[in-house]
């Protein structure tokens, strides 16, 4: 059954408040008091990687090449996703224990640390039991399928005394790490505002009235996990995941947490926003999916302004913004200063400009395995502040894609063109609208069809991490399914 969003909003506040005012969520299958095994300086790391058939592959690759690391486990509720990596094994002294149940991954001792890569609705569930568990994580992005499971995330760490990083691999890359230290140095002013772009082609997933085939030998209950054990209506279960609610987080919460970091490292800002709103909408075709494909949202700071732009449509006419540095696709990020601007075209390179258009600095450099290596490194410190990427900085990247969801989500049906009230001033934000507005009237796209949403306002308490609207603060976390709780640090 196809459920309009209007239903879909409402049955998911149902949940959430069920689920908040059932008091469940606290308990956990594992002791909150497992030690971590001390690595000794000649010791190697004995590490698993739980879900390998996307993603993980590359931790993979990344583990198997670090000389301070043994691969001693692959977990994955699909034995398929385990066998089609068998050939990297061939030559190792011991080819990696294959485990289909991550609970009992877990609770092997000799594991000193995971690295996660499955859907989005297990992160944080996996990686709390893992930290306590006496395990350190290495998580993909984002760490969250919500925003309040970042926080717990977070807090269990430093309960536990855990290191867990999250999976953004630019913030380890030297071209970047070298274009986010000028950005702060002063030498283009202070950064007022960043955009976070993300030009993806996302096909439609096709569009089924039966239930996605379930691979042979794969465990449905581990897969669904936290997430309702229903059997999506859509033509395959793997990947597109991604574009469902229920287990995704669409591409602003897939690709562009990487953009969305890098955007908030520039500006400086350790703390959620205080207004965010979002608009766009499933544009151009109709299938199974019900996220976003093509969506701005625009977060404020007191001082600061970040705009999220994504585009899942072919991009037909280059973007440039009227910047040098351009034109932008794929991944990119642009931070403006008072004195000039820098720009980001991918994960490991930068450029600065003046406003007059004068080259201030050219950065590059950098490779996926420096992430992996910082992880080890503050593993073997046992200090968070070693990392790169501590959980908390994947927090509050990962809760920007949340909050652009969540307005995005307890929005309305408007007409194209349709503008939200703030900032309709700032050209910033007017720039990336009119483009925006430009490239889905190139792309041809039928709003009779697929229908504009403008996301609702909301105003956020940094501090509290809140909404100051109770039905939107349902849609900060979810209902979670008996066995797979949240477990809530509880306070002394």
């Not at 689920?19 to 590490?47: C, H, Q, Y």
């Not at 965010?276 to 007191?302: E, H």
């Not at 709003?447 to 609702?456: C, E, R, S, V």
């Amino acid at each position: 059954m196809q459920l309009s969003r209007r239903d879909f909003v409402e049955q998911a506040l149902f949940a959430a408040t069920a689920a908040l005012a059932s008091g469940t969520a606290a308990k956990s299958i594992f002791a909150e008091d497992a030690p971590t095994r001390k690595v000794g300086p000649n010791d190697k790391l004995r590490v698993a990687v739980i879900g390998v058939n996307g993603q993980g592959g590359a931790h993979l690759a990344e583990w198997l090449k670090n000389p301070d690391v043994d691969l001693v486990a692959i977990c994955d509720c699909d034995p398929a996703a385990y066998q089609k990596h068998a050939d990297k094994f061939k030559n190792l002294a011991h080819a990696p224990q294959y485990v289909q149940d991550v609970r009992k991954l877990l609770e092997d001792k000799n594991i000193d640390a995971v690295s996660i890569a499955t859907p989005n609705h297990w992160h944080a569930l996996m990686a709390i039991w893992a930290m306590q568990s006496g395990k350190d994580v290495y998580v993909e992005k984002p760490c969250s399928h919500n925003v309040k499971e970042g926080r717990v995330m977070t807090q269990w760490a430093r309960k536990l005394g855990r290191i867990c990083q999250m999976g953004v691999q630019s913030r380890s890359m030297t071209g970047m790490r070298d274009t986010l230290a000028f950005i702060q140095s002063g030498k283009i002013g202070k950064i007022t505002a960043a955009r976070a772009i993300c030009y993806r082609r996302r096909d439609s997933i096709g569009l089924v009235d039966t239930d996605a085939p379930i691979p042979a030998g794969l465990d449905f209950d581990l897969w669904c996990g936290p997430a309702p054990k229903v059997v999506p209506k859509r033509k395959r279960l793997h990947y597109d995941w991604h574009w469902v609610f229920a287990t995704g987080n669409g591409d602003l919460g897939n690709q562009n947490p990487h953009e969305l970091d890098k955007a908030r490292w520039g500006l400086g800002k350790q703390e959620l926003p205080k207004h965010v709103v979002s608009l766009g909408g499933r544009l151009g075709y109709i299938d199974n999916g019900d996220v976003a494909n093509s969506q701005v949202t625009i977060f404020q700071w007191d001082d600061a302004l970040l705009i999220s732009d994504v585009r899942g449509l072919p991009i037909k006419t280059p973007v440039t913004f009227g910047l040098k540095g351009g034109p932008f696709l794929g991944a990119a990020n642009i931070w403006y200063g008072t004195e000039g601007y820098a720009v980001g075209p991918n994960y490991m390179s930068g450029v600065a400009f003046d406003y007059k258009g004068n080259e201030l600095g050219k950065w590059s450099g950098g490779e996926y395995q420096a992430h992996f290596a910082n992880f080890v490194k503050a593993i073997r410190s046992r200090n968070y502040k070693d990392l790169h990427l501590d959980i908390e900085d994947g927090h509050l990247s990962s809760a920007l894609a949340h909050l652009g969801n969540v307005s995005y989500r307890m929005g309305k049906v408007v007409p194209q063109g349709t503008r939200p009230s703030e900032l309709s001033d700032n050209r910033h934000v007017t720039e990336t609208l009119t483009s925006f507005e430009d490239h889905l009237k190139e792309s041809g796209v039928n709003f009779d069809a697929t229908k504009f949403h403008l996301g609702q306002s909301l105003t956020i308490d940094p501090k509290t991490e809140l909404s100051s609207d109770s039905e939107a603060n349902r849609l900060f976390t979810r209902e979670y399914r008996q066995g797979f709780e949240l477990p809530l640090v509880q306070e002394a």
